[in-house]
Each structure stands twice: as structure tokens, then as C-alpha cells.
Nanobody
Framework: QLVESGGGLVQAGGSLRLSCAAS????????MGWFRQAPGKEREFVGG???????FYADSVKGRITISRDNTKNTVYLQMNSLKPEDTAVYFC????????????????WGQGTQVTVSS
């Protein structure tokens, strides 16, 4: 089970840190991904972190986000800085075996999502 938190309303240029808490004893074996979905748009890859803490970011957010994981807490974080109105979306975390994937297919587990709204 994955549970996201930390979403909310923020002004453009602000920051947010999202958390994704995972339950289960095998968290360390999974790669974790962050995706987002804006109204009327497809779910898109934001970034991911491997079991070895290697990270991957989408070009659209590279330089503005940092993904990390704390295996002692079974938690993955998405730190977002310099937020823009176009970052407004529901943000999801997901887990998959192997390396992080860039598409939603292949992820085995999903959280319920947390809303991020960036006002101009």
C-alpha cells in the first residue's frame, strides 16, 4: 500500500515536499516512481528512484525537483522547487520491481494521489 501526502496550494515560485509512505517488508526491493496527471491530460512521468537510490527525472522538471528515499522509514520523497502553474496536477507515487520505468505501465502498486495546485 502506498499513501501520498504533502500536497496543497502554493504560489508560483514556491516549494512543496511530497511524501509516499509504503507498507510491506519488501519496500527496498522496489523502484519508486512519481507521476502526475492534470485534468484532461494523460498521466506523465515526473521522476523515479531505484532501489539503489539512483534517480531519474523528466526533462520538464529536471533541475527543479529532487527525489529521494529513506528505506528505514519506507518512504519516498519528491521535493519540488520553483513551482509553476503548469505543475498543477494530482501527483501519484508508484512501485515496481526492477528499475524505474518512464511509463505508468509496469508499475505494480499505486497510491491514491495528492493534489498540488500552483497559483499564478
Amino acid at each position: 500500500q502506498l499513501v501520498e501526502s504533502g500536497g496543497g496550494l502554493v504560489q508560483a515560485g514556491g516549494s512543496l515536499r511530497l511524501s509516499c509512505a509504503a507498507s510491506g517488508p519488501t519496500f527496498t526491493r522496489y523502484a519508486m516512481g512519481w507521476f502526475r496527471q492534470a485534468p484532461g491530460k494523460e498521466r506523465e512521468f515526473v521522476g523515479g528512484v531505484g532501489w539503489d537510490s539512483s534517480t531519474f527525472y523528466a526533462d520538464s522538471v529536471k533541475g527543479r525537483i529532487t527525489i529521494s528515499r529513506d528505506n528505514t522509514k519506507n518512504t519516498v520523497y519528491l521535493q519540488m522547487n520553483s513551482l509553476k502553474p503548469e505543475d498543477t496536477a494530482v501527483y501519484f507515487c508508484a512501485a515496481k520491481a526492477g528499475v524505474p520505468g518512464f511509463v505508468p505501465d509496469g508499475y505494480d502498486y499505486w497510491g491514491q494521489g495528492t493534489q498540488v495546485t500552483v497559483s499564478s
